[in-house]
């Protein structure tokens, strides 16, 4: 009953810009967070950053100053913002999002590639 879907990955030369999206859909009463984490070959997901519904931001370190997150509450969106990159970005770049429909549960996109080529 809820799904999140990703958009914005690709290719992108070192120092470069991308801005993926992600909009989550169905029976939604309210959203407490969404966020981004990705996940590198043979590496562990790590988050990337995350917002509250407050608006209380996140940031990993090796991306703070570079990434920004947005929210859109009305449309139950959430952006980042990737400048600067590097080769190290290089990851599939996963949406959560904590949603209260009758319960709270987090869920997941299914992912989208970013590639940063040095």
């Known amino acids: 009953q809820v799904q999140l879907v990703e958009s914005g990955g690709g290719l992108v030369q070192a120092g470069g810009s991308l801005r993926l999206s992600c909009a989550c859909s169905?029976?939604?009463?309210?959203?407490?967070?969404m966020g981004w984490y990705r996940q590198a070959p043979g590496k562990q997901r790590e988050l990337v950053a995350r917002?509250?519904?407050?608006?209380?931001?996140n940031y990993a370190e090796p991306v703070r100053g570079r990434f920004t997150i947005s929210r859109d509450n009305a449309e139950n969106t959430v952006s980042l913002q990737m400048n600067s990159l590097k080769p190290e970005d290089t990851a599939v770049y996963y949406c959560n999002a904590i949603v209260r429909t009758s319960y709270i549960g987090a869920y997941w996109g299914q992912g989208t590639q970013v590639t940063v080529s040095s």
């Open positions: 169905g029976s939604i009463i309210s959203i407490n967070a």
């Open positions: 917002i509250t519904s407050e608006g209380t931001t």
